[in-house]
């Protein structure tokens, strides 16, 4: 048995798993090849290393909550259905467009709203794209974009957002409407007008 | 009641007992945390990334079929999550510049936290976030959730060979990332 032969046979062999002719042929290669003996030892010391360490537990009274967790996100995805019940009427575009509104006007900029660095135009439709495959995904876009774009408490209005009443669900069309005109306006100029 | 098999859990909350998921919560949560855990090597995001899993698997049990079992679903759930997890990651940390280190899991969380766990335990933690998605995937399911490979293969959606020969070059990796602490 030539070395690369036995050292593929170690895994196996930690796991207990040769038997008969191989088991013997290894352990004679073993025998007589002080190399793979060694390297054997060295894997061997590794998975016990690995066994050794436990990950870190988790914090105190983490699996108390961890269902009411779980149920509390089940609910809240529930009620972000309200969200994809608007994209069918508006269009994902618009949706899109709506959600980057939310996050820009938070931030009070004096600038066009849509002139932020990763709103090339390319990028916008790609993002619009993204949106429009999956409201619920978006969220998860929208909280690394608010990671990066907004503080702590614009992100928190951002997150009351998907659970509104029915009469901000109304404002929200309404203002994604006036904002899907703005986006028109801004990327057709000539058309829209000054 | 609480021993009730999974299959039986699963009819129960087919038929809209509302307790049968909260027992299969209660079953998998430890093994789905931890699993993400080893795969993430931070709390919050494996707390999320597990607790997804259960609403995912909540919304889409009429796609679940019997003859699969419930946990190999729910680990494919969490390991496809967290595989997209530390894409997306990577993905950002690369398009804003930042430290990659804090992807391989530097020591995080308070600072008592970094003071329990010592050298070694910090040296397999960045041993394993190193290896590549897939074969780290691999390695967790085989090395310390003890699924057989043909468990693994349904999982990762590799040919049991592929997943042999990962598992093979995955403990070869680690063995020399680890070399320091074990020769
Ligand atoms: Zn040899």
Redesign the pocket.
């Given at each position: 048995m030539?070395?690369s032969q036995?050292?593929r046979l170690f895994i196996d062999f930690c796991e207990g798993e040769l038997s008969g002719d191989l088991l013997n042929r290894l352990k004679s290669?073993l025998d007589a090849?002080p190399?793979?003996r060694q390297q054997l030892r060295s894997l061997q010391r590794t998975l016990a290393v690995l066994r050794e360490v436990e990950p870190a537990p988790a914090p105190p009274g983490f699996w108390e909550h961890y269902l009411v967790e779980v149920r509390r996100k089940i609910d809240a995805k529930n009620r972000s259905r309200w969200l994809s019940r608007l994209v069918p009427s508006l269009g994902a575009a618009a949706a899109a467009i709506l959600l980057v509104f939310l996050l820009l006007t938070g931030r009070q900029k004096e600038q066009n709203p849509l002139s932020v660095s990763w709103s090339t135009e390319q990028e916008s439709i790609g993002y619009v794209a993204y949106l429009g495959t999956s409201v619920a995904e978006s969220v998860d876009v929208v909280q690394v974009l608010g990671e990066k774009l907004l503080s702590s408490d614009e992100i928190a209005s951002m997150e009351s957002l998907y659970c509104p009443s029915e009469q901000m669900t109304e404002q929200i069309t309404q203002i994604a409407e006036e904002m899907r005109l703005a986006y028109e306006a801004y990327y057709n100029p000539q058309k829209g007008g000054e | 009641m609480d021993n009730d098999s999974d299959i039986l859990l699963v009819r129960r909350l087919k038929q809209g007992d509302e307790r049968a998921f909260n027992q299969i919560v209660n079953r998998y949560q430890q093994r789905l945390y931890y699993l993400a855990l080893r795969m993430v090597n931070d709390h919050e995001d494996a707390a999320d990334i597990s607790q997804e899993a259960f609403v995912k698997a909540y919304e889409g049990l009429s796609k679940f079929h019997e003859n699969s079992s419930l946990y190999t679903w729910l680990y494919r759930i969490v390991i496809n999550s967290a595989i997209n997890h530390q894409r997306k990651k990577r993905l950002w940390a690369f398009l804003h510049l930042e430290d990659m280190k804090s992807l391989s899991g530097s020591p995080s969380g308070s600072p008592d936290k970094v003071l329990e766990r010592n050298e070694l335990a910090d040296a397999v933690d960045k041993a394993i976030q190193e290896l590549p998605e897939k074969q780290k995937a691999i390695f967790v399911l085989r090395y310390y959730e003890n699924l057989s490979h043909r468990e693994i293969a349904e999982i990762v959606g590799r040919s049991v060979g592929a997943v042999k020969a990962s598992y093979f070059h995955a403990v070869n990796k680690l063995r020399k990332a680890l070399a320091r602490f074990v020769e």
């Open positions: 030539r070395c036995a050292r290669h090849c190399r793979c | -």
